[in-house]
């Protein structure tokens, strides 16, 4: 057994007491590394660190958290293409998926080191004389930060980024199977000169690592993404705990194509949201939700689209559509593909894929006439599939996209203003697109859903402040 990559605490490399392998999905034998898999005591030891570090970080110069995100920035860039061949290797998202996505992650930094002097609070006169009366935001404290394998560059970025920028020091702990882009990054941070303790990385299982995290009374806040299940749980042991959560879990996304729609960008719009990252993602269109006029040509164009589309080992060149990011993952989702045949719809595609290489590989599926009713059209499948709802008119469509336990993101492909501004207003989700996929986002501007999908404040973009900061209100009588 060679090295094992260890987990970051008080500024040093820690063994833990257990190791983990981290594997390819385009290749089970292609063996990416072994990484430390840390138990409660090494989060008592990342948050002991972090309380020491505490005072001075939270209170230190915005220049110097601006400067060190900076240099963060600087050295994700300069190391672009080492990250995104990890991020390709151990989650299986194409080379080109994992350079966008390392981009973004230095942005996010870039972003957030001028947030550092944009904080900003209020000065309010009083109703009694001669007080003056201030409002100012604080660190918030400790905050934990719970991640998934889906973006493992990215979404750790878009919260340790703030949670640094506003002061805070961070116990970060990633998805167990992507532990190498987290220690990447880990790497980075550390080298880039942040203080002892102020950043610290604790690998490991969610029932074990993040468990503690959310019982420690010294870490004030948590930031999840990942399931609805695990959620809610953290909903109750963080509120047990006084804990201040948000969370951004699941979706379930509507993409409407309207009769006046641009065919071709329809289908685009459509292929991108519902297949591109092998569908693994919170944002992706699931529910393709299609007026009659249209419906056939648009699926025709769809399913002969979709077969061109290059699915294998996310690192071989031109690729389009990555394996699936596990097994487990790879059988959930056959089993959906059989769930929605079972429940009458025509399935096009979906099957295991052979490739040279030991890989996870599946086609992308199309559930031709699905009904929402259906189970494979209402729960989260986090695969390459997606139901097609006709639907008759655009009263339909909207109470068919708003029909679901979910609210992340929605869009709606049309030619007509009125349509695209009454759907922007009647979405029940926290995003809206038209005539874009419902995935892809900008880095700056808030990110975050309703329902099932969210909980707590928004993520990203200046938003980002109300779950990093603390309102502190300051009365002065100058009399
Ligand atoms: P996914 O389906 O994306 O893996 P999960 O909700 O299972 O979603 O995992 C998301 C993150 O939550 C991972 O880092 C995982 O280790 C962590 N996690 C899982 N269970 C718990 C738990 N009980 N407490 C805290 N974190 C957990």
Aim: net charge negative; proline share 4%; with cysteine.
């Amino acid at each position: 057994m060679g090295e094992i990559y260890q987990n970051l605490i008080g500024g040093t490399w820690r063994k833990a007491d257990d190791a983990s392998e981290n594997r390819s999905p385009s290749d089970i034998t292609d063996l990416i590394g072994m990484f430390a898999r840390g138990g409660a005591k090494d989060v008592t030891e990342a948050t002991d660190a972090a309380e020491i570090a505490f005072p001075a970080w939270s209170r230190s110069n915005p220049q110097v958290r601006a400067d060190l995100l900076d240099r963060i920035a600087a050295e994700i860039t300069r190391r672009e293409t080492e990250i995104a061949l990890m991020l390709a290797r151990e989650e299986g998202k194409v080379l080109p998926e994992a350079l966008a996505e390392t981009r973004r992650a230095a942005h996010v930094f870039r972003f957030f080191a001028g947030e550092t002097l944009r904080l900003k609070g209020d000065a309010v006169a009083s109703v009694r004389p001669d007080v003056d009366v201030e409002v100012t935001r604080e660190p918030l404290g400790i905050v934990g930060l719970i991640t998934p394998w889906n973006f493992p560059i990215a979404i750790p970025a878009w919260k340790i980024a703030p949670a640094l920028a506003y002061g805070n020091c961070v116990i970060f702990k990633p998805a167990e199977q992507t532990p190498g882009s987290a220690h990447l990054l880990a790497q980075i941070i550390h080298e880039a000169g942040c203080p002892a303790g102020v950043f610290n990385l604790v690998m490991g299982r969610g029932s074990v690592v993040g468990e503690a995290m959310t019982s420690d009374p010294r870490i004030s806040g948590i930031s999840f993404t990942g399931s609805v299940p695990v959620g809610r749980h953290l909903a109750g042991t963080c509120a047990a705990n006084m804990k201040k959560l948000q969370m951004e879990m699941g979706g379930k996304n509507p993409m409407i194509v309207m009769d006046d729609a641009d065919l071709q960008t329809a289908v685009s719009v459509c292929l991108n949201g519902a297949f591109y990252q092998t569908g693994q993602r919170c944002t992706a269109s699931s529910r393709l939700i299609v007026q009659s006029g249209i419906h056939d040509a648009f699926v025709a164009e769809v399913e002969k689209q979709l077969k061109a589309l290059k699915v294998g080992h996310a690192l071989t060149e031109d690729m389009q559509i990555g394996p699936v990011a596990s097994e487990s993952q790879l059988n959930s989702n056959l089993s959906y593909v059989a769930l929605a045949a079972e429940e009458g719809c025509e399935v096009l595609g979906g099957e295991r894929l052979n490739r040279d290489t030991n890989g996870f590989f599946q086609a992308p599926a199309l559930f031709l006439g699905s009904k929402n009713s259906m189970r494979s059209a209402r729960e989260e499948i986090f695969g390459p599939c997606a139901s097609v709802i006709r639907v008759e008119d655009f009263e339909e469509a909207v109470s068919v996209a708003n029909d679901t336990q979910f609210g992340l993101s929605s869009g709606i492909c049309t030619t007509n203003l009125r349509n695209a501004r009454e759907f922007k207003r009647r979405s029940a989700a926290g995003m809206v697109m038209v005539n874009l996929p419902t995935a892809g986002v900008d880095y700056h501007v808030p990110f975050g859903g309703r329902k099932a999908s969210s909980y707590g404040s928004r993520e990203q973009g200046s938003y980002a402040a109300e779950f990093y900061t603390s309102v502190k209100t300051s009365y002065t009588f100058a009399g």
